[in-house]
């Protein structure tokens, strides 16, 4: 049987959800699969089985939010992952390094691995160099300081040498691709696109709760903090980080409660570096009786919680990063049959197509009057639910992203045992 290793650095398994999919996957295909994630609060460190896969996790310090943080916080995974895929292949040798950026350091455990004969694919998630530019609150390498400025370039270096060095190169959306080929120079026949997306299970199993459910009525909740007792969910699920545009949210919920005098219930599903920032924004901005953080959820409680939103947001704000990048959300608000509110990014765009109202780029008022018409518009809802729930049928994990990693993985000329 052959074995692939998959590390991930910046989010636990199963928690990440694109990771955990591919291991599922690869699992159910015959091969054996390991993976290694950082540990956290609520996902402790040591040695798991869970679904068939061995799971180990590791102590990482506490999530990073300035420079020195970083590099102690990499530092100390790269030595962690270097350590425990020792242990995994003294119990089984694996053929395959499947590597999930970011950070784009892996590398070096693969590079090492290589004397071995083992396959290195990068799974090429975020795009750090533009991640750079979106923590520093830029659009251009030209704005950045000179600190900034030299980190940049020390993160295309990186992404450039984990293009390089893999075997096979997976994309999440053809933007990427287009970075692989272009910015990376890799050779077309060794980079493969492999969308991220609900399987066809979820979708029927989604369907069957929500089929009932009249979009008019979804998201009405007692609401105590709103004199009349009811408003409808607006809902955010993801990270909650500087480049998320949770803080613009709050913003343009505001706008929406005094400004435009709607009544809503504001849902924060997740976490991240910015949650307490956030929280203490929220109670600043006079949002605390009407808004309500989750915290991370196990994604069969997130798709439950997500499928009461009546609309769903991305407020993920323009720049190189976000307009290149496709957000995991936007399916998954479509697979819960939910209305939804976004910027018009390209990528956003790409997936939703006709299933979004969408905001001009960066425009939180633009943002608010969006959403202030479709709480307004329970037959505009409806009517987004159901593009949205036909649109992402078409992208089932099944029909795609699994079909282009059985190409990619058959892309390494590995002979069966």
Not at 242 to 258: C, F, M, N
Not at 305 to 334: C, H, R, W
Not at 384 to 390: P, S
């Amino acid at each position: 049987m052959k074995h692939v290793l998959i590390i991930v650095e910046n989010l636990p398994a199963p928690p990440d959800y694109r990771v955990w999919r591919i291991a599922t996957t690869l699992r159910a295909a015959g091969w054996r699969v390991s993976v290694i994630s950082p540990a956290t609060a609520s996902w402790p460190a040591g040695e798991f089985e869970i679904e068939g896969i061995a799971v180990f996790r590791h102590w990482m310090p506490c999530e990073a939010r300035r420079l020195a943080g970083y590099l102690v916080e990499y530092a100390v995974a790269v030595v962690q992952e270097l350590r425990l895929s020792i242990t995994v292949f003294r119990r089984a040798r694996f053929q395959v390094i499947h590597a999930c950026n970011p950070p784009d350091l892996i590398w070096l455990v693969a590079l090492f691995w290589r004397l071995f004969g083992v396959k290195f694919v990068y799974d090429h998630h975020d795009l750090c160099p533009e991640l750079v530019l979106a923590k520093a609150g830029v659009q251009s390498p030209a704005d950045l300081g000179l600190v900034h400025r030299v980190l940049f370039r020390l993160m295309l270096a990186m992404e450039r040498v984990s293009h390089w060095l893999a075997d096979v190169v997976l994309a999440t959306n053809e933007s990427y691709q287009a970075v692989a080929l272009g910015r990376n120079r890799c050779v077309p026949e060794r980079v493969f696109t492999v969308k991220t997306a609900p399987t066809e299970a979820e979708l029927a199993e989604g369907a069957a709760r929500t089929g009932a459910v009249e979009i008019a009525d979804r998201g009405t909740v007692p609401q105590s903090g709103i004199e009349g007792g009811a408003a409808l969910r607006i809902g955010y699920v993801g990270v909650m980080a500087r480049q998320d545009g949770v803080d613009g949210l709050l913003r343009i919920a505001r706008r929406l409660r005094t400004d435009l005098k709607k009544e809503f219930e504001l849902v924060l599903v997740g976490d991240g570096p910015e949650r307490a920032a956030l929280g203490k924004m929220a109670t600043e901005l006079g949002l605390e009786p009407v808004t309500r953080f989750c915290g991370f959820l196990p994604r069969a409680a997130m798709m439950a919680e997500a499928q009461a939103f009546a609309i769903g947001v991305t407020p993920d704000p323009p720049g190189p990063m976000n307009n290149a990048s496709t957000m995991l959300k936007v399916v998954d608000y479509m697979a819960c049959g939910v209305a939804q509110v976004m910027y018009d990014l390209p990528e956003n765009r790409a997936t939703a197509q006709d299933a979004a109202v969408y905001a001009t780029a960066g425009d939180e008022e633009a943002f608010a009057a969006a959403l202030a018409g479709l709480l307004d518009d329970g037959a505009a809802r409806e009517a987004l639910a159901a593009r949205g729930r036909a649109r992402v049928r078409t992208l089932a994990w099944e029909r795609n992203g699994a079909v282009a990693l059985g190409n990619a993985y058959g892309a390494l000329g590995l002979q069966r045992r």
